[in-house]
């Protein structure tokens, strides 16, 4: 069988980390009790405290839009709603889930770059306590955004004072928080309890893993019944050894950050061959694993001819180009010179 191409589609693509494997293969051995009561998830949970903060309460679950789920289940009653960005994921890609799972609304806001501020939060707080609206409790970002824009450190503190000043709480989902603390230099505690964060969703797929994501709380008294709450979600893995030894291997040593530090220099990398095409422009700033570009509208299925990558905006021939773990520097130039073929034909 030929191998593919490495494509520019999704991070979800690319396989699994070599050491991601091995730690598999690790964990595949004998028998281990069921729902996280085993060795391999305490080691975890211990890693994700050194990482995290000793305060953090940590539960593995199987995918994003279920810990995302699961997350503002937790946090929220039926009358409340989540503030997000009207591009984030819980808003645009998981297909209503959080809205039928959870049962709260969501109030999408525009923002530029894809990041929430906090005054444009501020007048949907006008109808707090009228029984007629739903409740503003969570403000939800991503990070890495949707766009591959990251929310600084103190633009974090910022929504965090905010939403905590207003009696509200702060989810990040953390799809490619791997991505965003590589890029800014900083550590996951940093990023997240050290910023004020009160929940977040931890992704490991779009990182070297096989599968699997993490719930993890910086407030002991907001997990107090979450295994419930990830029960009914359908989100309790019964072979959680298998995740837990994945997080194992991407923390110990850090391999996160050599792998999100790497699929960010390809990012940049491409966004220098695609800034040297004068017909191509970019849209977004290159902050993580992420480039958006327009391109002129008859070369895009000429260049997906050769590669995979999806059109994120139909109507303005925008394009999302996604670098993972294991993009090469040859696959970018190779991107690029179908890019430059496909102008010039």
Not at 242 to 257: H, N, P, S, T
Request: glycine share 8%; proline share 3%.
């Amino acid at each position: 069988m030929t191998r593919p191409k490495r494509g520019f589609a999704s991070d979800n693509n690319a396989g699994v980390h070599p050491r991601v494997m091995e730690a598999l293969g690790a964990a595949n051995v004998g028998h281990a009790v069921a729902y996280g009561d085993d060795a391999y998830t305490v080691r975890a949970v211990g890693l994700f405290r050194e990482r995290f903060g000793e305060r953090a309460e940590v539960f593995f679950v199987f995918g994003g839009t279920g810990a995302n789920v699961a997350a503002l289940a937790a946090v929220t009653r039926p009358h409340h709603a989540v503030v997000c960005a009207e591009t984030s994921h819980v808003n645009v890609d998981e297909c209503g889930a959080v809205e039928r799972l959870a049962g709260c609304k969501l109030l999408p806001l525009a923002g530029a770059g894809g990041k929430l501020r906090p005054e444009q939060v501020e007048p949907l707080l006008a109808r707090r306590g009228d029984q007629h609206h739903s409740q503003p409790r969570v403000v939800s970002v991503a990070q890495a955004t949707e766009l591959g824009t990251v929310y600084t450190v103190e633009e974090l503190k910022g929504l965090a004072e905010f939403a905590h000043r207003e009696g509200m709480l702060l989810h990040v989902d953390g799809a490619r928080l791997a991505n965003a603390a590589a890029h800014l230099g900083v550590s996951l505690e940093e990023l997240t309890a050290g910023a004020g964060v009160d929940v977040l969703s931890f992704g490991g797929a779009k990182n070297g893993m096989m599968y699997g994501e993490a719930v993890v709380f910086f407030d002991p008294a907001l997990a107090e019944d979450f295994r419930f709450v990830r029960k009914q979600c359908a989100q309790l893995p019964s072979k959680t050894r298998f995740i837990a030894a994945q997080f194992a291997a991407l923390l110990e040593g850090d391999l996160w950050r050599e792998t999100a530090a790497h699929a960010n220099s390809r990012a940049r990398q491409l966004a220098a061959e695609l800034r040297a095409i004068p017909q191509v422009r970019l849209t977004q700033p290159v902050e993580s694993n992420a480039v958006f570009a327009v391109l002129p509208r008859d070369a895009i299925a000429r260049v997906q001819e050769r590669f995979f990558f999806y059109v994120w905006n139909e109507q303005t021939s925008e394009v999302r180009l996604m670098c993972s773990y294991d993009t090469t520097e040859e696959d970018v130039r190779e991107l690029a010179a179908a890019i430059r073929e496909a102008l010039e034909g």
